[in-house]
């Protein structure tokens, strides 16, 4: 505990590295382009959806480098905190919020799985039209949209460098 105190008056501990990495994930996710032109539903769901679609696509980047493999845990964490405190927020009480989180935890495994198959095959559509658009078939511009916002997204990632990621340098 002393060490972690000294980290963090010291210098960047490796919670502030997460905090500034997962702060970036939730700024690109807010980005009004995904809810204007790529027609997300700008609903507590569907900030959570595409949330947990740039988190995949940055947990995806960070796997392919097994020295980043704490950073992704503790990203993971920060995921796991925020949607703690979200639910709080919005009143569920202590007893349902685990529940919720295993289901959200749930639903971000899912949608890791989803989108490494989609972006391996270079098709996100299915994936996107499961996990995004839970709401009903998106109009096919938006689709398309969000499709290609996501794979150029991967692309930036691919090309950074590791510790310009956990920066949370990720725009």
């Given at each position: 505990?002393?060490?972690?105190?000294?980290?963090?008056?010291?210098?960047?501990?490796?919670?502030?590295?997460?905090?500034?990495?997962?702060?970036?994930?939730?700024?690109?996710?807010?980005?009004?382009?995904?809810?204007?032109?790529?027609?997300?539903?700008?609903?507590?769901?569907?900030?959570?959806?595409?949330?947990?679609?740039?988190?995949?696509?940055?947990?995806?980047?960070?796997?392919?480098?097994?020295?980043?493999?704490?950073?992704?845990?503790?990203?993971?964490?920060?995921?796991?905190?925020?949607?703690?405190?979200?639910?709080?927020?919005?009143?569920?009480?202590?007893?349902?919020?685990?529940?919720?989180?295993?289901?959200?935890?749930?639903?971000?495994g899912g949608r890791l799985g989803a989108y490494r198959d989609g972006?391996?095959?270079?098709?996100?559509?299915?994936?996107?039209?499961?996990?995004?658009?839970?709401?009903?078939?998106?109009?096919?511009?938006?689709?398309?949209?969000?499709?290609?916002?996501?794979?150029?997204?991967?692309?930036?990632?691919?090309?950074?460098?590791?510790?310009?990621?956990?920066?949370?340098?990720?725009?």
């Amino acid at each position: 505990m002393r060490l972690s105190f000294l980290s963090r008056l010291f210098g960047r501990g490796e919670d502030d590295v997460a905090l500034a990495l997962y702060d970036s994930v939730v700024a690109q996710a807010r980005l009004p382009h995904w809810y204007e032109t790529g027609g997300v539903p700008d609903t507590i769901d569907g900030r959570f959806d595409m949330i947990a679609a740039v988190l995949s696509l940055v947990l995806l980047r960070l796997e392919r480098d097994p020295s980043a493999a704490t950073a992704s845990a503790r990203l993971t964490e920060r995921f796991v905190s925020d949607m703690d405190g979200q639910l709080r927020e919005s009143g569920v009480g202590d007893i349902g919020v685990g529940k919720h989180i295993g289901k959200m935890m749930g639903m971000l495994g899912g949608r890791l799985g989803a989108y490494r198959d989609g972006l391996a095959a270079r098709a996100l559509g299915s994936a996107l039209e499961r996990n995004l658009y839970r709401a009903g078939p998106p109009a096919p511009a938006a689709l398309a949209h969000t499709e290609d916002a996501l794979f150029a997204f991967d692309a930036r990632l691919a090309a950074l460098p590791t510790p310009t990621i956990l920066a949370g340098d990720i725009a």
